[in-house]
C-alpha cells in the first residue's frame, strides 16, 4: 500500500480533544439507558402476556429473553466481520469521520425508532431497531477511539482518555435520572399509558445522541492520518489481521492470554448485558430498583478501575487479572441462588467493583504484551475483532440455553464455565513466567 499527502493534523488542541470527549457525553446514554437501565426491563414487560414469556419471531417460538440476548449477539457479530472492511475503505478515503457519523446516525435513529415499539405485536421492529442502535454504537467507537492518537501526543493520551470517560458517565447519568423521573412521574404530566414514558426516553436517547455529537463532528479531522493510503484498500484491514494471527503462531503467551481474554470477557460482557434482565425476570426487581443499583454500578466500577490499577501495580498484571476472574467465578456461583432483591445487590456491589477493573487491565496488559512495531494499530483492531466475537458467542449462547431451558438461571452454569477455562489460561501462562513485575515481556 501506498500513501500521498493528506493533511495537517494539530495534536493536544483543547477545543478539539473537547469535541473528541463529547462523542462520550453522546453516546454513552445509549449504554447505561438502553442496555442497561430502561430498555431491558421495558422489553420484559411488554414481551409477557397473559404470564406467558414465549414469543415467536420468524415464525419461530423463544424464551423472549433468550431472542433479545441472541439479537444482541448477532450485532455485534456483524460489527466484528464489517469493522476491517469499513476500517480500511475509510484508511482510503481518508474520512474516518464520515464513516463514524454514519454509524452515530444509525445508533441514534434505531433508538429513536424504539418509541414505536409498543407491545409483542411490534416485537420484530424493536428486535430490528436494537439490532441496528448496536451495531451503530459498536461501529462508531471503532472510528471513535481511532482517533485518540490522531489528535494528541503520547504523553497526553491516559489523560485524554480518561476524559472521554467521564463525559460519558456524568452525561449518561444526567440523562438516566431525568428519564427516572419522567418515568416514576408519570402521573404528573398527566400520562397513564405505562409504555409511553419508557418509550419517550428511548427517543430522547436518540436525540441527545444525534445532538451532541455533532459537536464532535464539528471539530474534529475528516481523517486520521496526515497522509491518505491508497493501494488494494478493500481487504487491507483483514491483511492486517491475517498478519497478527501469523505472528500469533510463534508468540505462545500472547496467544493463550487472548485466548484466555476470550472466554472470560464473554462472561463480563453477557453479565453487563443481560443483568437488567435477569433482575426482572428472576428476582422481580421493579424499574426503580434497577435503575438505581445501575447507577450504583456506576460509582462503584470506576472505584474498582482505581482499585485494580493499585493490584496490578502491586503484584503483577497476570495475578491482578487472575483474582479479578476468581471473583467473577465466586460471582457466577452466588448468582445462581439469588431469590431476594438484597441477594441481587450484593451480587451487583461485586459485579461493579470488577467490571471496569477488568476491561481496562485486558487492554493494559495486552499492550504490554504486543510487540514494538509499526502494526500496532493491526494489533489492536485484532484485539477488538476478538472482544466483539466473544460478546458475539457469549449472547447468543447465553440466548440459547435460556431459550431451551426456560431459565436464565441455567445459563449461568455457562458463564461459570468460561470464567474457569479463562482463569485455567491465565495460570498457564503464570506457569510459564519465572517472575511479574508488573512488567511483561515477550516471550
Sequence with gaps: MSIHRHTTISKNDKRTINAWAMYDWANSVYVLSITSAIFPVYYN???????????????????????????????????????????????????????????????????????????????????????????GYAGSIVFYNSYLPAIVTEDQMDAVSAKGFSYGYFGSTLLLILNLVMIMKKEAFGVTDSTLMPRISFMMTGLWWLGFSQITFSRLPKGIYEEQKTGHYLLNGYHELQKVWHYLKSAVQLRTFLLSFFFYIMGVQTVMFMAASFGEKEVHLSVTQLIVTILLLQFLGILGAYIFSWLSNRLGNFKALTIAIVTWIFICLGAFFIQTPMHFYIAAFFIGLVMGGIQSLSRSTYSKMIPQTENNAGFFSFYDVCEKLAMMCGLVLWGVLDNITGSMRNAITALFIWFVIGLSLMLWIQRRKNQYDGQISMP
Aim: charged share 10%.
Design 45 to 135: 414487560s411488554v414481551t409477557k402476556v397473559n404470564d406467558s414469556t414465549i414469543v415467536e419471531v420468524l415464525g419461530m417460538k423463544f424464551e423472549n429473553t433468550g431472542i433479545y440476548s441472541i439479537n444482541l449477539g448477532i450485532a455485534f457479530g456483524i460489527v466484528a466481520l464489517i469493522s476491517p472492511f469499513v476500517s480500511s475503505i475509510a484508511d482510503y478515503m481518508g474520512n474516518h469521520r464520515a464513516f463514524m457519523r454514519f454509524f452515530c446516525y444509525m445508533g441514534a435513529l434505531g433508538c429513536v425508532g424504539l418509541y414505536f415499539f409498543d407491545s409483542v405485536a411490534t416485537l420484530h421492529w424493536g428486535l430490528f431497531c436494537t439490532l441496528i442502535a448496536t451495531v
